[in-house]
């Protein structure tokens, strides 16, 4: 399934935290602690957001329907301004959970400081990738060489990569110095990437390149990396992911919630760029939901290419699942095989919204719903199930605690 | 909540059908057999998915990835062409199940021929409007009248509306003789309007006139009516919508997914039309779920008008609950007030996509899912609790009878 093959019946066997066999039903002496007849259900790799900042839940419902740049000034910024580590450790636990409804095993998350966001997800049993923020106004270089040192190797469910959080926001001289991190250690870089119009005008008329240009043109992409949303990009521009291996990470609620505008999936399809899909924040999307964000892909390039095969249900699933594990450089997490970790999911297809079994990638990118989500395993733990949470804190208190923090934020 | 009022606590009291109170906690000498404390969660009406074809989910993920009009000729047209009484009946009930996970407690439903959409209507203790669609290939004007008056009155979950299919598919004769039925029964009349530009371009080759200023020209909309779609319409349309009182009906996930276009939505609510959201036939969406209709209707009018502000999270609302009502002549369907049909849903607010509560109806808008669904009640019936249904037959059974069906017609 997760590269658009069709579906096996079989047993998938997983010890700690890995995959050891999957296929064919077959006898053997192993005592299982634990066994699910998933009869008649299908059985996936995990999704991957790949672009995200989970603590931003605080602001969901609260900052909506303003253009990026108001929203991000007059909204975002202040009510930012005023969280600690403390605050962000619960409102990452909030997103969390949302993740595990809608069948999402890892996250590529971007925010103000790591510390209480890797012990959220660690907390939780949830996998995280990491991506520095650095821009003008927070972060440093020299923290992020420090952090991309410390969080690799610190815990099997968390990574860090090198990143900074927009050309719009960050100034040359940080960009050179995230280019010798990117150098230093042969490593990719991430950030924000032509998500507005007025975002790529504004470079133009500063450095006379479009920002994928005057990036590349800093080497920050000599060992690959990844751009977020990438809405209004040139044909040269997808040149320049396909010569350097970025990964184009879309985020197309989020795109249409902000007014934004649609990316050109189906060129950089055709181009042959890795493709990832991400929800974005909680405070642009407004929801956590990967099924959402399938939908849009496709359902988007069909109606800016005028072309109703555009980006195709199979295409998608690649996305969701091994184009976003390939982006974040969870290569463990791409597939169900023995070796790999044993983050998967659990669909139920005895619902209405599944049937009937005409097609079944189909049936999950255009009406599949987080409803059909009935287990999410990461790293061989499961964290949901029926609807029912396991990790490590009732739900309800951390719905409280996000409600407290928010009334708190918002009569500072 | 349903017109953009903040929502209060208390209870709702329900004998029969109807809602006989809504208000604060009162004391009562009356002993209910049913009692329900949704403490915590929403109670609001149901919403009314104002445009759909049901029985097509058969054909949920088989006919994807194409143009409507290649679409309609080379895939729908032929498959229907086997379909029989007995078979819409099956294929209705599985719509019948997906509505109620969705919220769904009303449809306005337009296919071949009425008799058996009724009775998985009836059977299941769902309400379902029906609208004619003549067209030169099927129905006639005369079987329209005689629908309309054998279905209005025959059932307390039944009506009729006088429709036909589209202007393309109608010749002028059976449109005048439409024309007339409405004129005897001073009767709305409701068709696919305006659906591609294609379709537009072609009626004013013909005819000189846009579709709705052609079929306004006919006396159609003499006593109003509606359309379903609306994407290629002028100011001149905006305006007879306005002064005849036509509905538009909004399907804005299946007019991605045919490449069809983006409707004004903005535009249609500054000039005051009732505007209305249909999730469309499963065959075009492919999913019966008005939470995602809803975040469309938004999210495409922000990056339409290239203004996040656009159609805010209220205005949808109302089109889900109060506009969908209005525009299928469900008058006594609108809002929870006493007197009216006990049509309502529960929605689970302790779900990490509805935390923290900074405003409801943007949670429910934005980040709303058929998840938090808990509770599906139809003329004081409760259909769908928990994840159960309650509609006179096992579920099972009807997934089983729509995949012998769709294999069935594969096979022919």
Known sequence: MADGTEPIWGEIWIENDKITYVGAEKPTEI?????????????????????????????????????????????VFPMEAKLNEDLIYHLSKLAILEYLTSGITANFDMYLTPDSIVQASIDCGFRTVLTGAVNDFSQSAALIGEWYQKYNGYHPLISFELGFHAEYTTSRDILEDLAALAALYRAPVYTHNSETASEVQSCV?????????????????????????????TPEDIEIFKQRGISVI???????????????????????????????????????????????????AKVRENDASAVDANAVLRMATVGGAKAMRLTDCE???????????????????MQPLNN??????????????????????????????????????????????????KAQ
């Open 335 to 353: 597939t169900l095989t023995p070796g790999s970790q044993a983050d998967l999911i659990v669909l139920d297809l005895n619902q209405p919204n």
């Open 205 to 233: 008329e500063k450095t006379g390149m479009t920002p994928t240009q005057y990036l590349d043109s800093l080497h920050l992409f000599d060992y690959g990396g990844g751009g977020y949303h990438c809405v209004h990009i």
């Open 250 to 300: 879309t985020n197309p609620a989020s795109n249409l919630k902000l007014a934004s505008g649609i990316a050109p999936i189906q060129a950089l399809l055709d181009a042959g760029v890795n493709l990832a899909i991400g929800t974005d924040g909680p405070a642009s999307n407004n929801c956590l939901d990967m099924f959402r964000e399938m939908f849009l892909t496709t359902a988007l």
């Open 31 to 75: 005592h299982w602690d634990v066994e699910r007849n998933v009869c008649g259900n299908l059985i996936l790799p995990g999704f991957k957001n790949a672009h995200t900042h989970s603590a931003m839940t605080f602001l969901r419902s609260y900052a909506d329907d303003l253009p990026l740049h108001d929203w991000l000034n007059t909204q």
């Open 360 to 409: 079944i990638s189909k049936n999950i990118v255009y009406s599949g719903s987080k409803q059909n989500v009935v287990l999410t395993m990461v790293a061989g733990k499961i964290l949901y199930e029926n609807g029912q949470f396991d990790v490590g804190e009732d739900p309800a208190s951390i719905y409280a605690k996000a409600n407290e923090i928010t009334a708190q934020l």
